[in-house]
């Protein structure tokens, strides 16, 4: 199906995909869309029947049209068993066998022996209610566990009493697999039919829906049983198959749930779509109608273990190579919660602002397989992964089957990627952003920086420290706002840069401000401190992200966007009581401003003090020849050898923190979570969470004690750490890609993928965290500090656009190959750091300022400091000499 970019465009293919014809996909469908307050869409083509010697197939299909919506029962029957946790009557981790005491005895199949007699074992835990409605319980679904029918047939033949097929005892067969071990797609929900009726004391499930859902929301075309309704039975669609050709035929099967004996809450209602709609409807409003708000989040919330989650990636097969669970629809499916019944029903609900029914009845042929073993003949084959990937982890079994189709014609159902995608689907079929998109919307934040290299040193110079960091919140607050409402991927992209932009005036300023400000015993640990509360903002990004992730629409973003303006605006309220650099205020000869803050908050209010007097005299006397000796300008850099082993050393500081594999580790979690066999949003969110966390307490740690080692060991150190754990976290990714290519699962890897992950993070911490301000701030003398940073910021946001560009897609391409570039990159840092990073420990910033520079500079500084000391008169030389120790040490 070509790609649908408007509605004009969607109704064009739909007109043509669902009328008889040779460009025929489709059956006759009805695809209907609703908000909170009613139908905002519905579109019709086709007739109510394929036989063309039918009555019904000269009568159009509409919304009103009765079907039998299968699977999509489930939705409504799970409502009904909330609503009875609600009311105090059911507990959904209550023993199943204590309600119905049918199924106190379960045997689980384990196979065929040598003599083709079947053999079972005793279950190994309790099953729950949460199992049977999260499809955990072991159950299987006789129509796509062949095993079954097998045992049934078995059992008939050896004379034993097989319960009628179309019974609710017939339901009750040996268990597919142990409870709480399996994700099995089975008849839970119809042995949940009975649970509903005799916890309530209603006479039958369909009663109890009358009287606590349908006559609550005005459904009179709802019922399970055709026979007890003549007025519906007229409008019924009859059922459709598909031949070996893929071409829709009349199906012989018609509507097999219509003889039922009992009312099956699995697949047994029969409804009109605009009928079903008001449901979905109600689920949108959430005002309590159906259920109580958080009961409503219970409904989707995910259930599923890891263990179960991999279990759930079975083999699925189908006749002639035609989609099942979809009508025949292509196989791009878009990871949104949705309902999907066999006979192809399909609904997107979600809790969004508009929720989407596309409803037709075909029948295909399906067989679900254990994984192991060639399909039956005639089957072909596909991964229920592309068609089902959200049933598994849901108390509602909902699929992720929302097509581009539906995407397309109504764009308010997605999430966040109607804005930034165009229509590209996956590997695994499913709607999403190009990588090369993906990539550009995560590292435009680092062009913003680049764009902001040049303007912020300057403004840093000339305004000071205090009103750069002003500057750059306000417009960090600006690029929130344009974040949160961007209507489009041009004003998301514009809204990021913006953030970016502002974000390096804030650290050029802020870390500058903090090494200019700090006592010089406490200055080193400080700015290492600098760094690592990055990690707290990324906490509360975290959490509040864990929250917002499953808000069924738009918000679930722009809320995370919106509040990026906390900070700044906290920046802002207390820049006021914020001190100015006592070295800025002197390079702009305000030295009485700046002798009163050392005063402040080096000596306690002693203006007599030595160390304040000390370092006052040492700072003045320090800028007075760096200033001498500069011109203030860009060209100073790489004016002399000193400046430029500075400027190298910066610049490759910069790629460094950007470049070590932490961008990628960082940004593109998701996919790696993925690859370790974390596949749910929810997990994925939890292990962010607690990475960051660790990430703080790891960074707080080592920036307390990092400063009483030599940073220049430090920074191998971590080099060396990093390029040890990144070669064990590729092979790790190594052998969960073989795994993966012969079909099987290596748990064993994707744990010890995700140990690796967190052992990365410390490594990482104890040099390009923890010292790289604290470095910076000691290699530049005062006069080109900003610029120094500077650079380092400008390669530190060159390398992570880089990196955000080329890391999509090149895990695209190579997969974990990728990570072994990494590799060689790192172990480069370490040769680099033995090579050119000079040892900076035990000296002041004025003592460092001539690090590389004549020593006659160095000499004249410290003279003219004893000088001013001793013409001030108030020391003798003992107290002199201690003086200038003071400060040095």
């Known amino acids: 199906m070509a790609s649908l970019t408007s509605m004009s465009a969607f109704e064009e293919w739909f007109q043509k995909a669902a009328s008889p014809g040779p460009e025929r996909e489709i059956p006759s469908s009805v695809v209907l869309a609703v908000d909170r307050d009613?139908?905002?869409?519905?579109?019709?083509?086709?007739?109510?029947?394929?036989?063309?010697?039918?009555?019904?197939?000269?009568?159009?299909?509409?919304?009103?049209?009765?079907?039998?919506?299968?699977?999509?029962?489930?939705?409504?029957?799970?409502?009904?068993l909330l609503q009875l946790v609600e009311r105090g009557l059911l507990s959904l981790d209550a023993p199943i066998s204590s309600l119905i005491p049918e199924l106190s005895d379960p045997s689980v199949f384990t196979g065929f022996n040598s003599a083709s007699a079947p053999e079972f074992t005793k279950p190994e835990k309790e099953i729950t209610v949460r199992m049977m409605m999260s499809h955990q319980s072991g159950v299987g679904y006789d129509i796509v566990h062949p095993y079954i029918t097998k045992l049934r047939n078995l059992k008939s033949a050896a004379g034993d009493v097989v319960p009628d097929n179309l019974s609710w005892e017939s339901q009750i067969q040996p268990l597919m697999a142990q409870p709480g071990t399996s994700w099995v797609y089975g008849a839970n929900f119809e042995l949940l039919s009975r649970l509903v009726e005799r916890v309530s004391g209603a006479s039958s499930l369909g009663a109890y829906m009358k009287e606590h859902i349908f006559d609550p929301l005005g459904i009179t075309q709802a019922t399970f049983h055709l026979a007890s309704r003549p007025d519906m039975q007229g409008q019924i669609m009859d059922m459709s198959t598909r031949d070996v050709d893929g071409k829709v035929v009349p199906s012989a099967l018609e509507n097999w749930w219509k003889d039922r004996t009992f009312d099956s809450g699995g697949a047994g209602l029969y409804i009109t779509p605009g009928e079903y709609a008001k449901v979905l409807r109600a689920i949108l409003r959430n005002d309590g109608a159906l259920l109580k708000p958080a009961t409503m989040e219970l409904l989707f919330e995910p259930q599923l273990g890891p263990e179960v989650q991999q279990t759930f990636e079975s083999t699925l097969y189908y006749n002639g190579g035609v989609p099942v669970f979809s009508s025949g629809l292509p196989r791009s499916a878009r990871t949104t919660q949705a309902l999907g019944g066999t006979a192809g029903t399909l609904?997107?609900?979600?809790?969004?602002?508009?929720?989407?029914?596309?409803?037709?009845?075909?029948?295909?042929?399906?067989?679900?397989?254990?994984?192991?073993?060639?399909?039956?003949?005639?089957?072909?084959?596909?991964?229920?992964?592309?068609?089902?990937?959200?049933?598994?982890?849901?108390?509602?079994?909902?699929?992720?089957?929302?097509?581009?189709?539906?995407?397309?014609?109504?764009?308010?159902?997605?999430?966040?990627?109607?804005?930034?995608?165009?229509?590209?689907?996956?590997?695994?079929g499913k709607l999403a952003i190009k990588p090369s998109m993906l990539g550009f919307i995560s590292s435009c934040y680092q062009l913003g920086s680049v764009f902001s290299v040049p303007v912020a040193p300057y403004f840093n110079q000339r305004f000071g420290r205090r009103w750069s960091i002003m500057a750059g919140s306000l417009i960090m607050c600006a690029g929130a706002l344009l974040q949160c409402f961007a209507q489009h991927v041009a004003m998301y992209i514009v809204a990021r840069m913006i953030l970016g932009f502002g974000i390096v005036l804030c650290i050029i300023a802020g870390s500058a401000l903090i090494g200019e400000l700090g006592h010089p015993k406490e200055r080193s640990i400080l700015t290492s401190l600098f760094n690592s509360s990055y990690f707290i903002g990324s906490i509360v990004a975290s959490a509040i992200t864990l929250r917002t992730v499953d808000i069924p629409n738009d918000w679930s973003w722009r809320v995370p966007s919106i509040?990026?303006?906390?900070?700044?605006?906290?920046?802002?309220?207390?820049?006021?009581?914020?001190?100015?650099?006592?070295?800025?205020?002197?390079?702009?000869?305000?030295?009485?401003?700046?002798?009163?803050?050392?005063?402040?908050?080096?000596a306690e209010g002693d203006a007599d003090s030595i160390l304040a007097r000390a370092e006052m005299a040492q700072i003045k006397s320090t800028i007075a020849i760096e200033l001498d000796h500069s011109k203030q300008s860009w060209r100073d850099m790489i004016r002399t050898p000193g400046m430029r082993r500075r400027v190298l050393i910066a610049s490759m500081m910069g790629l460094f923190t950007q470049m070590s594999g932490n961008t990628l580790l960082s940004y593109y979690s998701s996919l790696l979570f993925g690859m370790m066999g974390y596949t749910t949003t929810f997990a994925k969110t939890r292990i962010n969470l607690a990475n960051n966390c660790w990430s703080l307490l790891t960074a707080t740690i080592t920036a307390l004690v990092i400063t009483r080692f030599k940073r220049r060991y430090m920074f191998m150190l971590s080099?060396?750490?990093?390029?040890?754990?990144?070669?064990?976290?590729?092979?790790?990714?190594?052998?969960?890609?073989?795994?993966?290519?012969?079909?099987?699962?290596?748990?064993?890897?994707?744990?010890?993928?995700?140990?690796f992950?967190?052992?990365?993070?410390?490594?990482?911490?104890?040099?390009?965290?923890?010292?790289?301000?604290?470095?910076?701030?000691?290699?530049?003398?005062y006069a080109e500090r900003s610029r120094g940073i500077g650079v380092e910021q400008l390669f530190g946001k060159l390398g992570g656009f880089f990196s955000s560009n080329v890391n999509p897609i090149a895990l695209d391409a190579i997969s974990w190959k990728f990570l072994a570039i990494y590799c060689g990159w790192i172990f480069f840092e370490l040769i680099f750091v033995y090579l050119f990073y000079p040892e900076t420990q035990g000296r002041t910033l004025e003592e460092l300022a001539f690090l590389f520079e004549d020593k006659a500079l160095a000499d004249q500084a410290v003279e003219a400091v004893e000088k001013q000391i001793h013409f001030g008169g108030k020391e003798d030389d003992d107290n002199r000499r201690e003086s200038v120790a003071h400060v040095e040490a």
């Open 347 to 428: 609904t997107s609900s979600n809790i969004e602002a508009v929720a989407t029914n596309m409803l037709t009845l075909v029948m295909p042929k399906v067989y679900v397989h254990s994984g192991t073993g060639s399909a039956p003949a005639g089957y072909g084959t596909a991964e229920v992964k592309n068609l089902t990937l959200a049933a598994h982890s849901h108390l509602v079994v909902r699929y992720r089957l929302l097509t581009r189709t539906a995407v397309k014609f109504c764009s308010q159902l997605s999430s966040g990627d109607h804005h930034f995608g165009d229509g590209y689907t996956d590997k695994d």
């Open 757 to 781: 992950y967190f052992s990365y993070q410390p490594c990482y911490n104890i040099g390009n965290n923890a010292l790289t301000y604290t470095y910076l701030v000691e290699l530049f003398p």
């Open 563 to 602: 509040l990026q303006i906390c900070p700044s605006v906290v920046q802002i309220s207390l820049i006021y009581f914020l001190p100015e650099s006592p070295r800025w205020l002197i390079s702009k000869d305000r030295d009485d401003e700046a002798f009163a803050i050392l005063v402040k908050y080096h």
């Open 38 to 80: 009613g139908i905002i869409y519905t579109k019709s083509v086709g007739t109510q029947s394929e036989n063309p010697t039918s009555p019904l197939v000269s009568k159009p299909i509409s919304s009103d049209t009765v079907m039998w919506v299968a699977s999509c029962t489930k939705l409504l029957t799970s409502i009904s």
């Open 719 to 755: 080099a060396g750490l990093m390029c040890t754990v990144f070669i064990a976290i590729t092979v790790c990714f190594e052998k969960l890609g073989e795994a993966k290519a012969a079909g099987v699962k290596n748990g064993a890897a994707g744990i010890a993928a995700l140990v």
